[in-house]
């Protein structure tokens, strides 16, 4: 987990409350997101169940995640989105707005065209 | 080409389908990484030449091009399997591949599905609906 004081307060920092999301999709995720592999989510499910856990390791990870399907809604076409863990060259790459780490579930979203 | 990426051969031998803006970013950026006299088809085997395997798939590679763009190579049969929208929705889990390109901070940019219908043919699907049958 990201922890709290001065990187916490940074972090709020980056999380407006007002939020533009333009069209082009490299403007979605914070630089920090980007470059800092601590901010993930891992997705668990319980078989027994079937109850679904979306554990983001810090607020930022889930509020970037929040404006990529934010930028799917109103622009994409498609009718779904994949999220899943890949790592590339010894990194854990983001995938659609979020990093997941090896041992997370895949998540797909599915919505009408 | 390494056994890795026989497994997409039978796919995409059958080569980019030209209809819909969908295929025509991919080849565009194909045509962009080949640099080659070639056509699509050529640019997109060029491209998968490149793709290393990644971690977090069984069956899955990956490749940067020139400019960032990420372009991504998956099977995604049998245990990988997975449901799917559009003209493949209430179908279940489907046997299929993926092409998805992606920006370098990982924003989706495409994302083809090639789905064997069976006899050697192919259904491609992204986000232009039914791109090639």
Redesign the interface.
């Known amino acids: 987990m990201v922890g709290k004081g001065r990187g916490y307060q940074k972090m709020k920092s980056l999380m407006t409350p007002d939020i533009h999301i333009a069209e082009h ?2 403007d ?2 914070s630089d920090e997101v ?1 470059t800092n592999e601590a901010h993930q989510l891992l997705v668990e499910v319980d078989a027994d169940n079937k109850d679904v856990y979306l554990n983001f390791s810090s607020r930022l990870a889930m509020y970037d995640f929040a404006r ?1 399907l934010l930028h ?1 809604a109103i622009y ?7 999220f ?5 060259q010894g990194k854990m ?5 979020v ?2 780490p ?1 041992n997370s579930a ?1 998540l ?1 979203i ?2 009408q ?1 | 080409m390494e056994r890795h990426q026989e497994d997409f051969l039978d796919a995409l031998t059958l080569g980019i389908p030209m209809a819909g803006a969908g295929s025509v970013r991919l080849a565009h950026r194909f045509f962009s990484a080949g640099r080659g006299a070639g056509g699509a088809d050529d640019a997109l085997l060029t491209v998968l030449g490149k793709a290393t395997p ?4 069984p069956n ?1 590679l ?1 490749t940067v091009l020139d400019d960032g763009t ?1 372009v ?1 190579f998956r099977k995604d049969f049998g245990a990988q399997a ?5 003209s493949f ?1 209430g179908k279940g889990k489907v046997n299929h591949y993926n092409i998805q390109l ?8 495409e ?1 083809i599905h090639i789905v064997p219908t069976g006899k050697g043919r192919y259904t491609w699907w ?3 609906g039914v791109i090639k049958k």
């Open positions: 999709a490299d979605i995720l980007v990529s799917e994409s076409k498609g009718g779904q989105m994949e899943y863990p890949l790592e590339f790459e983001i995938v659609n707005g990093r997941m090896l895949r797909f599915f919505y065209e | 990644t971690g977090g798939h899955q990956m990420r991504l997975h449901r799917l929208g559009g929705q992606q920006t370098k901070s990982g924003g989706h940019i994302n992204g986000k232009d």
